[in-house]
């Protein structure tokens, strides 16, 4: 005779229950002997739901059953084999058309109508405790939200679970990282995809370890309610549709539970920022409307913040590129003043960056002008001279910090009056090194970083045709330039006006 054994067990609870895999093994084996069984062949689902019916070693018995290889099906009890009704009954029938039997090692069902009856009863208990166990569960969960505890550890960023008090503590080091988003999109007005060039740039480590930072993470972080010391439990109602797969729908915010955790920043600061994610989106639906090339690259020379687009006319709509303090209401909300640059038009500067690039591509020789032109700005002088000055006061410093220590070592000084000077002395070099990483970081943002045939190849590669569409044109600049900063410079008001600007390129 030849027998199959299939067990199953979804939790470690039923595990300590008695529903072990080696408990339900055992006793199987036994039984099996007891009907004669020659061979055995075991079927184990361990840590699988009896709720679905598409389980691998279930679905593996099924299509030998259907080839017919075996003469008894032996679980350990019905609930084994599964836990709704129906199922239990597909199973049975797929049995009793293989020619075999259906045998269970903890009871047995006689082969009568009122065997047949008890057998579909244990299916409707099953069923029956299931739901008992998810209604429990459930009950649980509330009432441990209720007196403000975490339910589930959801590995913030930002927090660290206190297994002990079931609550979150601040992780000072991600913390610090939490506000620095929020101060990128509140102060700083940047949008989500800037945000995580920006911190990429930093090489500031992103959650769970992945390389670099995305979007959706930067977005999650932003409309996450715990930052500010709140998180809802019961938000969702979660419904399993598979082995591994799982309905997410939002309860009524009636029945959410607020669980109140360490803030990482204030209301104020939440609040401003998902005003801020608001505007950018509405700005971001309002400008795709058009065919605006630098769309998006457009930095404001006075402020360093970005331009958007901005509109004028009634007949006549006239397009410019306006900084985006101008243009955000979240400036008024906050109490900041906005710049005072001139707004550009968006024709004017889509034409000319194009034209100069097209001119750069066709003229390789004005590369080696451009990349002069730009290591002779006077911001960029300006910034070397800066940290020239930094060098020399560093090295001033650590020989001062060789000195102390000399005069420490032929006892001219005292130990206090030793750690008091070299306090002071870390304290500078501290300030003087992030003055550094300061105008480093300036330099590297408008300073060419490659050489003329490198920026050749680059331009050659994306402009090195005689026609383009839109389309073609707005990705060819986005391959091209990283931004573009610019400046009115001209007095013209009005009518007939001819503006005059100042364009800086930052090059890929």
């Given at each position: 005779?030849?027998?199959?054994?299939?067990v199953r067990v979804s939790t470690d609870q039923q595990a300590e229950k008695g529903y072990s895999i080696d408990t339900q093994l055992e006793a199987c084996r036994k039984?099996?002997?007891?009907?004669?069984?020659?061979?055995?062949?075991?079927?184990?689902?361990?840590?699988?739901?009896?709720?679905?019916?598409?389980?691998?070693?279930?679905?593996?018995?099924?299509?030998?059953?259907?080839?017919?290889?075996?003469?008894?099906?032996?679980?350990?009890?019905?609930?084994?084999?599964?836990?709704?009704?129906?199922?239990?009954?597909?199973?049975?029938?797929?049995?009793?058309?293989?020619?075999?039997?259906?045998?269970?090692?903890?009871?047995?069902?006689?082969?009568?109508?009122?065997?047949?009856l008890m057998y579909k009863f244990q299916g409707i208990v099953a069923e029956y405790e299931k739901e008992k166990i998810k209604e429990r569960t459930m009950r649980g969960?509330?009432?441990?939200?209720?007196?403000?505890?975490?339910?589930?550890?959801?590995?913030?960023?930002?927090?660290?679970?206190?297994?002990?008090?079931?609550?979150?503590?601040?992780?000072?080091?991600?913390?610090?990282?939490?506000?620095?988003?929020?101060?990128?999109?509140?102060?700083?007005k940047m949008g989500t995809a800037r945000i995580c060039k920006e911190l990429n740039a930093r090489g500031i480590p992103s959650p769970r370890a992945k390389k670099t930072?995305?979007?959706?993470?930067?977005?999650?972080?932003?409309?996450?309610?715990?930052?500010?010391?709140?998180?809802?439990?019961?938000?969702?109602?979660?419904?399993?549709?598979?082995?591994?797969?799982?309905?997410?729908?939002?309860?009524?915010?009636?029945?959410?539970?607020?669980?109140?955790?360490?803030?990482?920043?204030?209301?104020?600061?939440?609040?401003?920022?998902?005003?801020?994610?608001?505007?950018?989106?509405?700005?971001?639906?309002?400008?795709?409307?058009?065919?605006?090339?630098?769309?998006?690259?457009?930095?404001?020379?006075?402020?360093?913040?970005?331009?958007?687009?901005?509109?004028?006319?009634?007949?006549?709509?006239?397009?410019?590129?306006?900084?985006?303090?101008?243009?955000?209401?979240?400036?008024?909300?906050?109490?900041?003043?906005?710049?005072?640059?001139?707004?550009?038009?968006?024709?004017?500067?889509?034409?000319?960056?194009?034209?100069?690039?097209?001119?750069?591509?066709?003229?390789?020789?004005?590369?080696?002008?451009?990349?002069?032109?730009?290591?002779?700005?006077?911001?960029?002088?300006?910034?070397?001279?800066?940290?020239?000055?930094?060098?020399?006061?560093?090295?001033?410093?650590?020989?001062?910090?060789?000195?102390?220590?000399?005069?420490?070592?032929?006892?001219?000084?005292?130990?206090?009056?030793?750690?008091?000077?070299?306090?002071?002395?870390?304290?500078?070099?501290?300030?003087?090194?992030?003055?550094?990483?300061?105008?480093?970081?300036?330099?590297?943002?408008?300073?060419?970083?490659?050489?003329?045939?490198?920026?050749?190849?680059?331009?050659?590669?994306?402009?090195?045709?005689?026609?383009?569409?839109?389309?073609?044109?707005?990705?060819?600049?986005?391959?091209?330039?990283?931004?573009?900063?610019?400046?009115?410079?001209?007095?013209?008001?009005?009518?007939?006006?001819?503006?005059?600007?100042?364009?800086?390129?930052?090059?890929?």
């Open positions: 005779m030849n027998a199959a054994i299939y039984y099996a002997l007891e009907l004669g069984a020659t061979t055995i062949e075991e079927f184990v689902d361990d840590g699988y739901s009896g709720e679905f019916i598409d389980r691998p070693a279930l679905a593996n018995l099924r299509e030998k059953l259907a080839r017919k290889q075996f003469d008894v099906v032996i679980a350990y009890a019905p609930d084994r084999l599964a836990r709704k009704t129906i199922h239990l009954l597909i199973i049975s029938e797929e049995i009793s058309k293989a020619g075999a039997m259906r045998k269970f090692a903890s009871v047995n069902f006689e082969s009568t109508s009122e065997g047949e969960k509330r009432g441990k939200a209720a007196k403000g505890l975490v339910i589930n550890n959801a590995k913030p960023f930002g927090y660290t679970f206190d297994p002990d008090k079931s609550t979150y503590v601040i992780n000072e080091a991600e913390a610090e990282i939490v506000r620095m988003i929020f101060d990128f999109i509140v102060k700083e930072w995305i979007v959706s993470s930067i977005h999650r972080i932003l409309t996450n309610t715990i930052y500010k010391g709140i998180i809802f439990s019961m938000k969702y109602r979660y419904e399993k549709i598979g082995l591994n797969k799982k309905r997410r729908t939002l309860r009524p915010e009636s029945e959410w539970i607020p669980i109140h955790v360490p803030a990482i920043i204030d209301e104020v600061t939440w609040q401003a920022a998902q005003k801020q994610l608001h505007e950018n989106k509405d700005f971001a639906k309002r400008n795709l409307k058009h065919d605006y090339l630098l769309n998006g690259l457009v930095t404001c020379a006075k402020c360093e913040r970005a331009m958007v687009i901005s509109h004028s006319g009634c007949n006549k709509l006239i397009s410019y590129y306006a900084c985006l303090s101008q243009k955000s209401s979240s400036y008024v909300y906050s109490g900041q003043k906005p710049c005072t640059a001139r707004q550009v038009p968006t024709k004017l500067l889509d034409e000319y960056v194009f034209d100069y690039l097209m001119e750069l591509c066709h003229n390789p020789d004005k590369i080696a002008e451009y990349i002069q032109a730009v290591s002779e700005r006077k911001d960029i002088k300006k910034h070397k001279i800066a940290l020239d000055q930094i060098s020399k006061a560093e090295k001033e410093l650590l020989q001062q910090k060789d000195t102390v220590l000399r005069w420490f070592r032929q006892k001219m000084l005292t130990e206090s009056e030793v750690e008091s000077q070299l306090k002071d002395i870390r304290k500078q070099l501290a300030d003087i090194a992030q003055m550094r990483k300061t105008y480093e970081a300036k330099l590297a943002a408008i300073a060419p970083t490659r050489s003329v045939a490198e920026i050749a190849a680059t331009i050659k590669l994306n402009l090195g045709k005689d026609s383009f569409t839109i389309e073609e044109k707005r990705a060819a600049l986005r391959s091209i330039l990283d931004r573009v900063i610019i400046e009115r410079v001209d007095n013209t008001r009005g009518r007939g006006s001819r503006p005059e600007i100042n364009v800086q390129l930052k090059l890929k």
